[in-house]
């Protein structure tokens, strides 16, 4: 089984900083990628952010420039910096981790159950 958890939302004045934080656990025997995807209410779920096991990273036009990603030494883990944040960033941020799970011969994306970023105008 292999659980992801999320970890640094919250409430922000536009023009501001948050670090968000995402972490993947269990029996997993590698991780093809992780990404970032937030939905805002109304909306549907969109991709924000993405890096590869190599440290390839997309990003979403609408973030370009003012967001990072990045996987952490263990691997298992990723981090968004999101700089000059806008109103319009406000939604549930997800991490998911495209992995292939011990005793598994294909990859699974699993989702963790998002957090609140709020930026307030």
């Known amino acids: 089984q292999v659980q992801v958890v999320e970890s640094g939302g919250g409430l922000v004045q536009a023009g501001g900083s948050l670090r968000l934080s995402c972490a993947a656990s269990?029996?997993?025997?590698?991780?093809?990628?992780m990404a970032w995807f937030r939905q805002a209410p109304g909306n549907q779920r969109e991709l924000v952010a993405s890096?590869?096991?190599?440290?390839?990273?997309s990003y979403a036009e609408s973030v370009r420039g003012r967001f990072s990603i990045s996987r952490g030494n263990a691997k298992n883990t990723v981090a968004l910096q999101m700089n000059s944040l806008k109103p319009e960033d406000t939604g549930v941020y997800y991490c998911?981790?495209?992995?292939?799970?011990?005793?598994?011969?294909?990859?699974?994306?699993?989702w963790g159950q998002g957090t609140q970023v709020t930026v307030s105008s």
């Open positions: 890096v590869t096991s190599d440290g390839s990273t």
């Open positions: 269990g029996s997993i025997s590698s991780i093809n990628s």
């Open positions: 998911n981790a495209d992995a292939i799970a011990e005793d598994y011969e294909w990859s699974y994306t699993y």
